[in-house]
């Protein structure tokens, strides 16, 4: 197991090594609030919320809520807040986002698609803050290093959403190769003995999303979230068919929208008109979620996930140093 890196002051002194994963249509305020308050990093997507005021009011309320937590448990760690921003020019709204995150400080930047131009990561700089991103490959990695990011998220198979296709073992020794800066591993961690499996791999926190999905405080439906404890890892399908960037599906999702499986991912590359054929939508329809949904078995509310997250990640480190 490699010397960890030193993490940026705003990732020391988690209860554990692990950053919610901004999920669309799922990670909303009352998650993220209940995920910093366990502890950990709690993250949402600033698409999310559908109109930059309602941004704005968000993280005012999220920053409000955890001060007066933190003032009335001066004792436990708080979590820092991260939001996903999509750099891309589909994106309309970045630049007003970026500028609502950077008013409000956010401590965390997590940046997905394409690098963050230089000025945005000098902006966050500015005030104490960090940029991280998203990569599938080390291409990717490369492209982001060199704009200057604080550190990677590597996606690796079987992660949900728009995951890589790359196995954890082959991307972040790879990519450890060329960087020894922080790094985050997402892909099927949705137990403790698997965060420590992303630490000793080489990664210094794991990413977890679809591990969240399955709490009280998400807004997935009551269909979405049984659909998460009924899964195991073959149910959850991988095609760009659904936004045009390759993700990992829930099966039942996607059969409920009427969609043909079996041919799912024939024809040309790329995101398919299924939505008015069959009258459903991506992401309220089509739910994401990645290969860890075997390991999921009860909707909890997230401090009582983390209370199970951390009791395993302990049990497992004794056991490995029962090896050692």
């Known amino acids: 197991m490699r010397e960890q890196t030193t993490l940026p002051s705003v990732l020391q002194g988690l209860r554990l090594p692990v950053i919610a994963a901004p999920m669309f249509t799922v990670s909303y305020p009352e998650l993220v609030i209940a995920q910093c308050q366990a502890g950990i990093a709690g993250a949402f997507p600033a698409l999310n919320a559908r109109r930059p005021e309602l941004l704005d009011q968000w993280l005012t309320q999220i920053k409000q809520t955890l001060s007066e937590y933190q003032s009335q448990h001066p004792d436990k760690p708080v979590g820092p807040i991260a939001v996903n921003q999509i750099i891309h020019h589909s994106n309309q709204r970045l630049e007003e986002d970026v500028e609502i995150c950077l008013r409000h400080e956010v401590p965390i930047f997590i940046t997905s698609l394409r690098a963050p131009m230089p000025e945005m990561i000098q902006a966050v700089h500015a005030y104490g803050g960090i940029v991280l991103h998203d990569v599938i490959n080390l291409r990717h990695a490369l492209k982001a290093i060199e704009a200057g990011v604080d550190g990677l998220i590597l996606v690796a198979a079987g992660a949900g959403g728009h995951a890589g296709t790359l ?117 309220k329809d089509i739910w994401g979620a990645g290969q860890g949904v075997a390991a999921i078995h009860h909707i909890l509310p997230t401090a009582e996930i983390v209370n199970q997250l951390e009791a395993e990640y302990r049990a497992a480190l004794d056991a490995v140093r029962r090896f050692a």
């Open 167 to 283: 196995s954890p073992f082959a991307l972040i020794k790879e990519i450890r190769a060329h960087y020894d800066g922080p790094i985050a591993l997402a892909g099927a961690i949705s137990t403790g003995e698997a965060v420590l499996a992303a630490q000793i791999l080489g990664a210094d926190l794991a990413y977890m999303g679809t591990r969240f999905i399955a709490s009280t405080e998400a807004q997935a439906s009551a269909d979405y979230k049984q659909s998460i404890l009924q899964a195991g890892a073959s149910d959850i399908i991988y095609t760009d068919k659904i936004s045009g960037v390759h993700g990992n599906y829930l099966r039942q999702s996607l059969e409920r929208a009427g969609l043909d499986l079996e041919n799912l991912n024939q024809g040309p590359k790329g995101k398919i008109e299924y939505s008015k054929e069959q009258g459903a939508k991506a992401w």
